[in-house]
């Protein structure tokens, strides 16, 4: 019985390590997206004003063929559901682990 315990123990322990880390990684890349400005000006005031420009030119290309951050966050927001409803389906009694695996075609 305490093979049984222990490895239940270390199922949980690497279970919610996996969520924490999961959760860190969601926030850090939502508040990345959401702080962009800031982010971009502290990254900026390090660097050589012509390398200030090429920067916050490069910057603004890049969100401008994204659709103004539109992408980022709808990337993120289905990221963060996908994750969630793949985790959570077994619980659910779901017959698949991933709703996107079942066959939309």
């Known amino acids: 019985m305490t093979g049984v315990a222990a490895a239940a123990v270390g199922l949980s322990t690497t279970l919610v390590g996996l969520v924490l880390q999961c959760c860190t990684v969601g926030l850090f890349t939502f508040y990345l ?4 400005p800031r982010l971009r000006r502290t990254i900026c005031s390090v660097l050589p004003p012509d390398r200030q420009q090429l920067a916050m030119r490069i910057w603004e290309l890049a969100t401008e063929s994204t ?3 539109y992408v ?3 990337a993120l927001l289905a990221s963060v ?3 969630a409803t793949t985790g959570f389906s077994p619980w659910w009694g779901c017959p ?3 709703p996107s695996a079942s066959g939309w075609a």
């Open 33 to 36: 997206v959401a702080d962009g």
């Open 96 to 98: 698949t682990r991933s």
């Open 72 to 74: 980022y966050s709808r």
């Open 67 to 69: 659709g103004g951050g």
């Open 81 to 83: 559901s996908a994750t």
